[in-house]
């Protein structure tokens, strides 16, 4: 089946570049031989709303400029394997990927994203400075924050270090895979810096002391939130947003500690063909009117200076000039380098008799 869609794939993308060429005349079919742009860029995203977001604001950015986008639905891990089958090839099949921060500076590591180039990124220059990089551009972000029931909580804990208060003991619910970052925000509550994984680790100790509940998924923590299982957590403040939309009696507060984001991001494959092509897209991804429409409708907060969001929707979404500057950047090359260290503390030490 998969190499049946990947069959199809390349047929779209080569019929459409071919109609549209024939279109435009005998110049265009020379243009293409000579291995200009043919307006058309496949991108790998998730699907739901992302992607019908992706398609409602950011293709009619594009269109104008004869820009025409096929979308690859899939997993991260299915973008990731693509990207490294790709990097180096005669044929591509995805333009550009969308991914999570942490697997962006992956693949970008692993030599599997193209450099950026700046002239052709006008809104760029708008990109808030802590989450500028060389390789990708950020798409929209949230950080790590404390959710709070507020029908049962009457004092919400103000950070991290709160959560080893008897009260909170068996009353905390934590994701499985947040166990990196809660990791790094642990040797932020313990006074370290987030690069401390063994200060992280000894936190997670004393929690582990609290008896938190553990889930599979934000969605079953959310449930639990609801029906009283728990009544705190640590997650991203995108998701407080998104389920107070669904009715529930929830908060947040940033952490006095200081907060972790979680930035989606978009690259150019250095494997593709027509990478021309695809800066377009990318620069349409940092435009205040899609911005606009990612912060109403998902919840996350833009990743430039210039989104012009309206007050309310700044203050439901988004983040204050004090809690920017509190967002504690995150080194990915040491999640890298100790991820399977901190999957293994996870499974082995702090899940035990949870």
């Known amino acids: 089946m998969t190499a049946m869609n990947d069959q199809r794939r390349r047929f779209l993308r080569s019929t459409g570049a071919l109609v549209a060429a024939?279109?435009?005349?005998?110049?265009?079919?020379?243009?293409?031989?000579?291995?200009?742009?043919?307006?058309?860029?496949?991108?790998?995203?998730?699907?739901?709303?992302?992607?019908?977001?992706?398609?409602?604001?950011?293709?009619?950015?594009?269109?104008?400029?004869?820009?025409?986008?096929?979308?690859?639905?899939?997993?991260?891990?299915?973008?990731?394997?693509?990207?490294?089958?790709?990097?180096?090839?005669?044929?591509s099949t995805m333009d550009i990927a969308l991914l999570r921060d942490n697997d962006m500076f992956q693949m970008y590591s692993e030599g599997a994203t193209a450099k950026l180039d700046d002239t052709q990124l006008s809104n760029l220059a708008f990109v808030l400075p802590q989450f500028r990089r060389s390789y990708s551009v950020p798409?929209?972000?949230?950080?790590?924050?404390?959710?709070?029931?507020?029908?049962?909580?009457?004092?919400?804990?103000?950070?991290?270090?709160?959560?080893?208060d008897p009260a909170f003991r068996g009353k905390v619910g934590l994701v499985d895979d947040q166990y990196d970052y809660l990791t790094l925000a642990g040797a932020?509550?313990?006074?370290?810096?987030?690069?401390?994984?063994?200060?992280?680790?000894?936190?997670?100790?004393a929690l582990h002391g609290q008896s938190p509940r553990v889930y599979p998924s934000v969605d079953a923590l959310a449930s639990a939130l609801k029906s009283g299982e728990i009544d705190v957590t640590v997650t991203w403040k995108a998701r407080t947003v998104q389920w107070k939309k669904a009715g529930l009696a929830v908060d947040y507060v940033f952490p006095k500690e200081g907060a972790l984001p979680a930035t989606f991001e978009a690259a150019v494959a250095s494997g593709s063909k027509v990478s021309t092509c695809a800066f377009p897209y990318l620069n349409a991804m940092l435009d205040p009117r899609a911005q606009r429409a990612f912060a109403e409708t998902m919840g996350y907060a833009p990743t430039i200076a210039n989104a012009g969001l309206p007050p309310s929707l700044q203050q439901s979404v988004g983040f204050s000039g004090k809690e920017l500057e509190r967002i504690v950047p995150v080194d990915f090359a040491l999640l890298m380098k100790n991820k399977t260290e901190m999957l293994d503390f996870w499974n082995k030490d702090f899940r035990v008799g949870l």
């Open 22 to 91: 024939s279109a435009l005349g005998p110049l265009a079919l020379k243009a293409k031989a000579a291995g200009a742009c043919s307006g058309q860029v496949v991108v790998g995203t998730w699907g739901g709303d992302y992607q019908r977001l992706l398609q409602q604001n950011i293709d009619p950015l594009v269109t104008p400029a004869g820009v025409t986008v096929t979308y690859d639905v899939g997993s991260a891990l299915a973008r990731q394997t693509t990207m490294r089958a790709e990097a180096h090839g005669r044929r």
């Open 188 to 205: 932020l509550a313990s006074g370290g810096k987030s690069s401390d994984v063994a200060l992280g680790q000894k936190y997670l100790r």
């Open 139 to 164: 798409h929209i972000f949230s950080a790590l924050v404390l959710v709070y029931d507020t029908s049962r909580i009457r004092t919400p804990p103000d950070g991290l270090a709160a959560l080893l």
